[in-house]
């Protein structure tokens, strides 16, 4: 009885330290490298579709999007939010963070074009953005220029044509240009300043006017490395990746332009 009672113990430990040895091997065989990128909220569509490319080519990586406004981003990684990488729609949020020595290394990835949407079926024809000002127009949203780079060249523009104080009483502030776009969807603004590529997603309004170049500054979108970021290799990976043509070919299906 002892006998029998002695081998079932000694196959019940083996059997348990299999099952350690190779779950322990099988956790490390599964077990994926997080890496983090704070992104503008212009570029979920063509990020989200790279992502799935990517990770199916780098099955030990998952990349986690945290979208939102350039400059809450940026105050994110200034005060220490886990960060891998960094896209920014603006030149002003990438360059603060380098000048902190955040950044370990950036580059120039994407252009694109602010526009002002309308409601798809809206039958206002707008030749500049000065007819803001008329009456037709009660509600115009734009994102914060304090934070969101499409509400800074927005905010440029109207001051450039001298309407940015008349048409005060009429704006809409957004989180991001996302929102923006959904103010205008939603018919809780007749007008909103947006990309081109955010204007290209939604069948529900329609660019009324692409807003000239010379009334902004350059619409630039570059890509940097988080200096503190724990997963420098994976980083740097991804970082090259967004610059292969593989991935430029996504970026300018969604409208982007990619920067020379």
Partial sequence: MFKKLAVGVVSVLLVSGLVAVFGGQLEAATKKTEIIVSAAASLQDSLDKIAVLYERQHPDVDLVFNYGASGNLQKQIEQGAPADLFFSAGDKQMKALVDGGLISVNK?????ELVLVVPSDSKTSITTI??????SFKKVAVGQPESVPAGQYAQQSL???KVWDTVQSKLVFAKDVRQVLSYVET???????VYKTDALTSGKVKIALTVGANVHKAINYPVGIVKDSD???EAKAFYNYVQTQEAGSIFTGYGFILAK
């Fill in 231 to 233: 997963h420098q290799t």
């Fill in 108 to 112: 120039e990835l994407l252009k694109n």
């Fill in 159 to 161: 001051t450039a044509k």
């Fill in 130 to 135: 000065t007819q803001l000002t008329d009456k």
């Fill in 187 to 193: 018919r809780n603004a007749d007008a909103g300043f």
